[in-house]
């Protein structure tokens, strides 16, 4: 969406914002003041979509000058160390999380904070000598991030092997309770261990990370790749460049059936979504010298080969709400055979599409976006009619083995990235070994991702971040917060009540 | 088969009955009755005589042909007619047979271990349980019995030989017919049996004070899990959370405190006995 000039001003003088919210807020309402059809050429057609908030930008701005999200491969840096900022490679955990912490400021993105900062364990693991001092250094890293890297979108991976490393993460993690960095454990049943399941899940319900990646179907779908951000599942040594998203809530309230929805509507708007992000991507690669100017690109820590792009969707359940009004049923999304149905021709056309679409600069993955279950992170009042990505909205939720098999069907589509979240009661910390039995299930179901978290606890999953409810409600009283994700957290809250999902007990 | 069992309630997912997550069927009808009983609405089965349904708030129960039925769509789970009814029963036990329960456990199966048989007691349906166990078996869950402890032994051996293993009470011993309003002893000798073809997966005791014999019942079950290491010994305390007011009138006052229960884990530990749980 463009801004205009009145949008510097207000926030310039806003009463609730860190200095450092509001240089980047204003840096992105810059880039949006130009005229995307003069910079980046879209067209008449392509812009009444976002206007009309079909198509939500996510406000990425319209001189795109970096890629949305990098992935580094930090291997790199063990092994070479950084020319661009004169630091040799590590040679003792000292070095390597001071290093760490130095290249993290110089990883771009769409917030200017590093959505990947590595698989953590796997970088600190050969450098552990003696557990009781290093714990503290890693406790003190982790710590230094979240008081640094403002932003829960910064996120680690950890597994799938067990490792020393791993564990003393979990371990601080525990004892730290920050929202970031984020953190995913990749699970493969082949590889982790059951006791480093255990340890992973037990500190998921107490700090509502790490959250399980399914490393088998992700590694066959996506082959090497971070989970970074919310949980998108991206190219290693690569990234994303861009991801715009349809709100199909949004599309559906135009529609008079089923019918015209998935044969008129979705086409037409989806190939005007492809296009636009045909152009970004074009601008980036032809244009804006990143990858020209880059030294993530000229020491190898990327290259602009190991880049895709997202395109996501928002509001499946809002659309196929409307259209099940529309055939008559009074029934929801989530507990309804004909919804399923719904949804699953609705994405199984969008497939079609976009699968069709021959995209420019996207060698990585054959020429083809990649479909992603976007979770919301705008404040736009038009997404209190989108429910994030594919899942159930808060209040029509089934009973949790209904929910984990209708929400399974739906992960299959969205090779780079989808995730539900089940949030849990104090009793399953008795019974890990039950929770695990649930993911493992999930997994087998065809799940991409999963996270729990226990409900009456500070920290808790908005969409895909992490916030604490006490810092939202500071933001909601007008205080300054030092995250921009406690900002999100808000809106989202207010947009589709997420502090309030259905608690699993065990009855 | 086209036999059915009246069923209470079916939990799809519990983290309480055995390890894992399973799903938990419990059946409706006990020969005891238990002082403590929480869910004492699965005793009986139901006589029809409709005070329920006087008082149902959202009109959920009707008489039809002088039977009482049940319609779940119009009720509010709010159990009044639990609390109401004078025959410790409930209006809303469901008929089901094998393949209506293989049909609910086929929906819950990739995420369970296994199924926790429940009640009740669920050795009163031997027959159509050891029917159902081969069934659940074959999709290769474990099935665990909840059991009181007193059933024939050679009668149900069909059960047992299919099962995974038991989850059994000793609920007391010298004051079980106090407690329990049965006078027999064979809830030990089938321990004692259980254990002998490894089929216990743990043994458990209400610890209520001045109703039963609690010192002797540990010393009884702790003597007989000597040489079986691996059974654990679960002791819970009794709370009058679920308890029907002339139940918490009766026994309310012989609640243990916490540390009166835990002194029970105490006095375990001293005596050598270390593989118990307290669930307070």
Do not use: W
């Not at chain 1, 953590?120 to 009781?132: K, M, S, T, V, Y």
């Not at chain 2, 004051?175 to 004692?192: A, D, F, P, T, Y």
Request: aromatic share 10%; net charge negative; with cysteine.
């Amino acid at each position: 969406m463009r801004s205009v000039l009145n949008d510097l001003t207000s926030i310039a003088s806003a009463i609730n914002m860190t200095y450092q919210q509001k240089l980047s807020s204003m840096a992105n309402i810059g880039e949006r003041l130009v005229d995307p059809r003069v910079s980046l050429g879209y067209t008449d057609e392509e812009m009444i979509y976002i206007e009309n908030d079909m198509i939500c930008d996510l406000n990425e701005g319209y001189l795109p000058y970096r890629p949305r999200y990098i992935v580094p491969d930090y291997d790199v840096f063990v092994r070479n160390g950084c020319d661009f900022l004169d630091i040799k490679p590590p040679t003792d955990l000292d070095t390597l999380l001071d290093g760490l912490l130095i290249l993290y400021r110089h990883v771009p993105s769409i917030t200017s904070f590093p959505v990947y900062i590595g698989r953590l364990d796997q970088l600190i693991d050969p450098f552990i000598r003696d557990e009781a001092s290093d714990y503290t250094k890693i406790k003190r890293f982790l710590n230094h991030i979240d008081k640094t890297i403002v932003d829960s979108f910064c996120h680690g991976n950890i597994g799938p092997s067990q490792t020393r490393a791993g564990y003393l993460i979990l371990k601080a993690v525990v004892e730290l309770q920050n929202p970031t960095p984020n953190l995913t454990l990749l699970y493969d049943a082949h590889l982790t261990s059951k006791d480093f399941a255990l340890e992973a899940v037990k500190t998921c319900l107490l700090a509502a990370k790490p959250s399980f990646s399914n490393q088998v179907m992700y590694q066959k779908d996506v082959g090497n790749h971070g989970i970074v951000s919310c949980y998108n599942a991206l190219p290693l040594a690569g990234g994303a460049y861009t991801l715009l998203r349809l709100r199909l809530g949004t599309m559906a309230k135009k529609a008079d059936s089923t019918k015209q929805f998935i044969e008129d509507i979705l086409p037409e708007v989806a190939i005007k979504m492809a296009t636009m992000m045909d152009k970004r991507v074009k601008y980036m690669v032809e244009q804006s010298n990143f990858f020209e100017t880059s030294f993530l690109i000229k020491e190898g820590f990327i290259s602009q080969e190991n880049f895709t792009a997202m395109f996501g969707i928002v509001g499946l359940a809002d659309a196929v709400n409307h259209l099940l009004k529309l055939e008559g049923i009074l029934e929801t999304f989530g507990q309804s055979i004909r919804g399923d149905e719904i949804g699953h021709k609705i994405l199984s056309t969008l497939e079609q599409i976009v699968d069709q679409h021959e995209a420019p600069y996207l060698q990585r993955t054959d020429g083809h976006y990649l479909l992603h279950a976007q979770v919301g992170a705008d404040l736009s009042p038009e997404d209190k009619d989108n429910t994030p990505a594919h899942r159930i909205k808060v209040g029509q939720e089934p009973i949790l083995p209904i929910h984990l098999t209708q929400s399974a069907s739906f992960h299959k589509y969205f090779k780079s990235g989808t995730g539900d979240l089940f949030a849990f009661d104090q009793t399953y910390l008795d019974h890990l070994d039950a929770l695990l039995d649930i993911i493992q299930g999930a997994f087998s179901e065809g799940y991409r991702y999963i996270t729990t978290y226990l409900q009456n606890s500070d920290l808790i999953r908005v969409t895909g971040y992490l916030v604490k409810r006490s810092d939202v409600e500071r933001f909601n009283h007008n205080q300054v917060v030092l995250r921009d994700t406690d900002i999100f957290g808000s809106g989202t809250n207010n947009n589709a009540n997420v502090f309030n999902r259905q608690t699993r007990t065990y009855k | 088969m086209n036999q059915k069992i009246l069923v209470n309630q079916i939990i799809p997912f519990s983290n309480v009955d055995g390890e894992g997550n399973r799903c938990s069927i419990f059946v409706q009808g006990c020969q005891l009755n238990c002082l403590y009983c929480h869910n004492s609405e699965t005793i009986q089965t139901c006589r029809n005589c409709g005070i329920c349904i006087e008082h149902c708030p959202s009109h959920a129960l009707s008489f039809q042909s002088n039977l009482v039925i049940y319609e779940e769509s119009q009720c509010s789970h709010c159990d009044t007619c639990i609390m109401v009814c004078p025959y410790q029963s409930t209006p809303k036990a469901k008929a089901y047979t094998q393949d209506d329960l293989m049909a609910r456990i086929e929906i819950y199966r990739p995420y369970i271990r296994g199924v926790t048989l429940s009640g009740g007691e669920p050795t009163l349906y031997a027959d159509f349980l050891t029917g159902l166990a081969q069934k659940i078996k074959k999709l290769g869950l474990t099935v665990y019995i909840d059991s009181n402890g007193f059933f024939d032994f050679e009668a149900t051996s069909p059960l047992i030989n299919i099962v995974d293993g038991f989850l059994l009470d000793i609920k007391a011993v010298d004051n079980i017919e106090h407690l329990c309003g049965i006078k027999s002893q064979l809830h030990l000798k089938n321990l004692e049996k259980l254990l002998g073809i490894n089929k216990v997966i743990e043994v458990r005791t209400v610890l209520l004070n001045k109703h039963m014999d609690q010192m002797n019942t540990l010393n009884q079950v702790v003597d007989r899990l000597e040489g079986y290491p691996q059974v654990p010994y679960r002791l819970i305390r009794a709370h009058v959370t679920g308890l029907k007011k002339v139940q918490e009138a009766y026994i309310g006052e012989a609640i243990m405190t916490e540390e009166e229960f835990v002194a029970y884990g105490d006095y375990l530990n001293q005596k050598g006995f270390h593989n118990f749980k307290l669930q307070r």
